[in-house]
């Protein structure tokens, strides 16, 4: 059989492996009234195709390391038999023989952006492909002239595994038999400008321990044993529902727990304080400890610090089954300049916005994501889904929204948007496009902005013109607030707009009340030394801002070491101050929350109906010169708990609070009780209410309120006498 020609330079661009279409050249291809098959095997003696049949075919070596040969018949699978020396024949399947891994309806909703699992077409996917064992590799590089897989597997050599371009959209594929998982990986990029570049994988699921870069082939068997829990959240409306966050760290909660290790210490511990939420701080893969997580390099792979991504599953897993929801922290607004990652990816910006007016964000020297980008965002809103789906996280905390926002945000040139405005349009719609697809997807979930500015309709749905978002961290509550606490209690009734202006905007949007650890780090100093005055002062500030907190319309989160009053500032390197749980003050505090806790979730006037105005109603908020509040929060059976906080530094006898009805009221919480630290001022747990209007309402009483103390008062019988 005549074998046809092959010109000299698509000889030498497929020797070098820098050829775009290698399938097309390599493999088996009908020819005359055969098959023509090529390799590439430089430096072989003799290479021979040997059938599935059995029948053997003498490759002829043509040049530069191309061998070819032909046979009668029809294509069939083969395997390639090659010679070196002395040495044992080398046998091994030929990757430029299989069809592609990827298919046209994959490679067509990618190029329109709408390609929601986009996990399970890019990246390398550990499967059997035609009776083969192997990975299926595929990266997206527009720009690229040719690419290569090196790792393990080929001695960190590209030049036989070059990648075909299966479209104009510049998605390329190749299958590697004979490859399993835990092999680590990288790409070879040829650049349009002649150089290559080494990449890892943007699309890997697991990734070598930081600070070594390469990608890791992977597969999971992990067996989910969360049904219960996912089949009660899709019926539940997060938004109405108790959530009180515990915000942890992993890396520094307890060093040098792995994921498994973690588990069944973070549900004890959760579980005894009566948190109904954990939030992780960025578990994506990122490779400077110090950034927190916060300067993700892999979004696709769950940090390797940690063990493998089916230890993750197995500690969200338990945490479900033990009831508690799993939030994470995700980062889509910018993403770090190592030359290794997605920077410049293919030679050229590809992730990120080529023109750096929009591209670079200087606040943190890192780039910005190209939101007007069809298949970034498709990267994107894949990559939220990716978590919720394989990792079952029950909402994601949004990172910065406010630097998507804005094209001038902390930049001194910025680039308008097509009608002359400061909105970043692009973003903005893709963060409409990645909540209302996520709340599609999973009933149940929540997403949540941290979003700094007055920015309108951010929790308002997306059919209205809104972002989506279920929550939004409320800034201007923790900054006016903690400002508040930071005053001496002498001088508070100056400042009483700070403790009350957030009930001004309570209900424009819905809000998540956080103590972050943005507040306790970079010498702001711990929740506990935000306080005025001396230790038993602190603490009792510390417990009435907390039972204020945990009173006022919104959900709340608190950082981890908050809750036991950590001395000292958090840092990423180092744990908790837990010794200082040996001492009575941080013991008192820590059983403090847990009792907020447990009547928080236990009392739906508290949760029910924190998005409604008419769930809250003042009682008290004009009173700077006691710095004394008091409200009421209705549940939506219409079961109202009074919550009434002194925040003077003296104790107020026969102060008079409107009730909505006369009789026997429960003190519920009193933050000054002796068992959690305090002074023992109180009602004696229960206080009688008489028919006399007061504050706009028909009853009242004469309460003793606690110095730097919290009072939740509730009607009998349903009250209970915990803090008491």
């Known amino acids: 059989m005549t074998i046809p020609e092959l010109d000299t330079d698509t000889i030498l661009a497929i020797a070098e492996a820098r050829h775009p279409h290698p399938h097309s050249v390599l493999g088996q291809h009908a020819g005359g009234d055969g098959v023509i098959i090529r390799v590439l095997r430089p430096l072989a003696e003799t290479v021979t195709a040997v059938l599935s049949d059995g029948v053997e075919v003498e490759l002829r070596h043509l040049t530069n390391g191309l061998w070819h040969g032909s046979h009668a018949g029809m294509a069939q699978p083969y395997r390639i038999v090659a010679t070196y020396g002395e040495a044992e024949p080398w046998e091994a399947e030929d990757p430029y023989r299989f069809s592609p891994t990827v298919g046209e309806m994959d490679t067509y909703l990618f190029a329109e952006g709408r390609h929601e699992e986009l996990w399970r077409m890019l990246g390398a996917h550990v499967r059997t492909h035609e009776g083969v064992a192997g990975i299926a590799v595929s990266v997206w590089a527009p720009h690229a002239r040719a690419v290569r897989v090196i790792g393990d597997f080929n001695g960190w050599s590209g030049l036989g595994h070059a990648l075909r371009r299966l479209d104009d959209n510049g998605v390329w594929e190749i299958f590697v038999p004979g490859v399993?998982?835990?092999?680590?990986?990288?790409?070879?990029?040829?650049?349009?400008?002649?150089?290559?570049?080494?990449?890892?994988?943007?699309?890997?699921?697991?990734?070598?321990?930081?600070?070594?870069?390469?990608?890791?082939?992977?597969?999971?068997?992990?067996?989910?044993?969360?049904?219960?829990?996912?089949?009660?959240?899709?019926?539940?409306?997060?938004?109405?529902?108790?959530?009180?966050?515990?915000?942890?760290?992993?890396?520094?909660?307890?060093?040098?727990?792995?994921?498994?290790?973690?588990?069944?210490?973070?549900?004890?511990?959760?579980?005894?304080?009566?948190?109904?939420?954990?939030?992780?701080?960025?578990?994506?893969?990122?490779?400077?400890?110090?950034?927190?997580?916060?300067?993700?390099?892999?979004?696709?792979?769950?940090?390797?610090?940690?063990?493998?991504?089916?230890?993750?599953?197995?500690?969200?897993?338990?945490?479900?089954?033990?009831?508690?929801?799993?939030?994470?922290?995700?980062?889509?607004?910018?993403?770090?300049?190592?030359?290794?990652?997605?920077?410049?990816?293919?030679?050229?910006?590809?992730?990120?916005?080529?023109?750096?007016?929009?591209?670079?964000?200087?606040?943190?020297?890192?780039?910005?994501?190209?939101?007007?980008?069809?298949?970034?965002?498709?990267?994107?809103?894949?990559?939220?889904?990716?978590?919720?789906?394989?990792?079952?996280?029950?909402?994601?905390?949004?990172?910065?929204?406010?630097?998507?926002?804005?094209?001038?945000?902390?930049?001194?040139?910025?680039?308008?948007?097509?009608?002359?405005?400061?909105?970043?349009?692009?973003?903005?719609?893709?963060?409409?496009?990645?909540?209302?697809?996520?709340?599609?997807?999973?009933?149940?979930?929540?997403?949540?902005?941290?979003?700094?500015?007055?920015?309108?309709?951010?929790?308002?749905?997306?059919?209205?013109?809104?972002?989506?978002?279920?929550?939004?961290?409320?800034?201007?509550?923790?900054?006016?607030?903690?400002?508040?606490m930071a005053v001496d209690p002498m001088w508070r009734s100056h400042h009483h707009n700070d403790i009350t202006f957030s009930f001004q905007y309570a209900f424009s949007e819905s809000f998540m009340l956080p103590i972050s650890h943005d507040e306790v780090v970079h010498g702001k100093g711990s929740l506990l030394n935000k306080m005025p005055g001396d230790q038993w002062q602190k603490f009792a500030n510390v417990r009435a801002y907390l039972a204020f907190m945990w009173a006022h319309p919104g959900k709340q989160l608190l950082f981890m070491g908050q809750e036991f009053g950590q001395s000292a500032e958090w840092s990423e390197q180092r744990g908790l101050d837990w010794w200082l749980l040996e001492q009575p003050d941080h013991q008192n505090l820590l059983r403090f929350v847990a009792g907020l806790n447990r009547v928080y979730r236990d009392r739906p006037e508290l949760w029910s109906r924190d998005n409604e105005r008419r769930g809250f109603e003042w009682l008290v908020g004009d009173d700077a010169a006691s710095s004394v509040v008091g409200f009421i929060r209705w549940s939506a059976e219409g079961d109202p708990l009074v919550a009434i906080v002194n925040f003077s530094g003296v104790p107020l006898n026969q102060y008079r609070i409107g009730l909505p009805f006369a009789g026997e009221w429960s003190e519920l919480v009193n933050s000054d009780a002796v068992e959690f630290g305090g002074s023992g001022v109180g009602n004696w747990g229960a206080v009688t209410a008489e028919q006399a209007s007061w504050h706009g309402q028909p009853a009242s009483v004469e309460l003793t309120l606690p110095p730097l103390g919290a009072l939740f008062l509730a009607p009998l019988p349903r009250a209970s006498t915990e803090g008491s």
Request: glycine residues 10%.
């Open 180 to 484: 399993g998982a835990g092999v680590a990986y990288k790409f070879e990029i040829l650049t349009r400008a002649g150089t290559w570049v080494v990449r890892a994988d943007p699309m890997a699921r697991y990734t070598e321990i930081p600070p070594r870069t390469a990608s890791v082939t992977g597969t999971s068997d992990y067996e989910w044993q969360d049904a219960a829990w996912l089949a009660q959240r899709s019926a539940s409306d997060p938004h109405n529902i108790p959530m009180s966050v515990y915000e942890l760290h992993l890396g520094s909660w307890r060093p040098g727990l792995s994921y498994r290790d973690a588990a069944d210490q973070i549900i004890d511990y959760v579980t005894d304080l009566g948190f109904t939420h954990v939030e992780f701080m960025p578990l994506a893969e990122h490779p400077y400890g110090p950034s927190w997580g916060y300067q993700v390099t892999g979004y696709y792979a769950p940090t390797s610090r940690f063990g493998h991504p089916d230890d993750l599953r197995y500690l969200i897993d338990r945490l479900h089954q033990a009831g508690i929801g799993v939030l994470m922290d995700w980062v889509p607004g910018h993403f770090p300049k190592d030359e290794w990652a997605l920077a410049n990816f293919d030679g050229q910006p590809v992730y990120e916005h080529p023109d750096p007016r929009r591209g670079e964000q200087p606040d943190w020297g890192t780039l910005v994501f190209d939101f007007g980008h069809s298949q970034v965002r498709n990267f994107l809103v894949a990559n939220a889904l990716y978590w919720l789906e394989e990792f079952h996280i029950d909402g994601l905390r949004v990172d910065a929204v406010a630097s998507m926002l804005y094209l001038d945000y902390s930049r001194e040139e910025w680039l308008p948007n097509e009608f002359g405005g400061r909105e970043n349009l692009e973003a903005i719609s893709f963060l409409q496009e990645v909540n209302a697809t996520a709340y599609k997807r999973y009933p149940g979930i929540v997403m949540i902005a941290e979003e700094s500015t007055a920015f309108p309709g951010v929790t308002r749905p997306t059919g209205a013109n809104g972002l989506g978002f279920g929550l939004k961290w409320n800034m201007g509550w923790m900054h006016d607030s903690l400002q508040y």
